[in-house]
């Protein structure tokens, strides 16, 4: 729901399913594009990238890897969800830091602040429904953290600031 709310359809399309274990998350099979590498893309700061490291920032994502980037044809790139977000601790982990410390455009500055209208209405509400009260706070401070700051984070010296193993 975050990514649909950004506008930048990052997350393949997701839906919660009942399972023989319980309910869970399914999402929609992407056919990834096989001729372009992922670590290229990194190195080369795909622009479809950075919208990407945003949305990992919002969401607080603790494990984006090269293998989590989908690219498919046409040039979009789809990045796995896998659940480690939302976290009320700060635990980015990322391959994506290629925008550390620059500033944002003002498309993103006015996607930030559209969301964190959202979050005092729908947007905080479907996220409420999902994940601990704590963590939609959490949500609501990264975002009021971004718009206040105006660029993005660098690495927290103090935490490993890339996954393992980073593919």
């Not at 997701?14 to 992922?38: A, K, Y």
């Not at 500033?103 to 964190?116: I, K, P, Y």
């Not at 609501?140 to 927290?156: A, S």
């Amino acid at each position: 729901m975050l990514s649909e709310a950004t506008g930048w359809s990052i997350v393949p399309p997701t839906v919660l399913r009942d399972g023989p274990f319980g309910s869970g998350m399914v999402q929609l099979w992407i056919e990834v594009e096989p001729r372009v590498d992922p670590f290229d893309l990194i190195r080369v700061g795909d622009p479809g990238l950075r919208r990407m490291a945003l949305f990992d920032v919002i969401a607080n994502n603790a494990d984006r890897k090269a293998g989590h980037l989908l690219p498919v044809a046409g040039g979009h790139v789809y990045g796995v969800d896998h659940g480690i977000c939302f976290s009320d601790e700060p635990k980015l982990r990322t391959v994506l830091w290629n925008w550390r410390s620059q500033r944002f455009s003002g498309d993103e500055l006015e996607v930030l602040d559209r969301l964190r209208d959202e979050m005092d209405g729908p947007l905080g509400a479907e996220l409420g429904a999902l994940l601990a009260p704590i963590e939609v706070t959490a949500t609501t401070t990264r975002l009021d953290d971004l718009l206040r700051r105006g660029r993005f984070p660098r690495p927290d010296p103090d935490r490993p600031a890339i996954p393992w193993p980073p593919f």
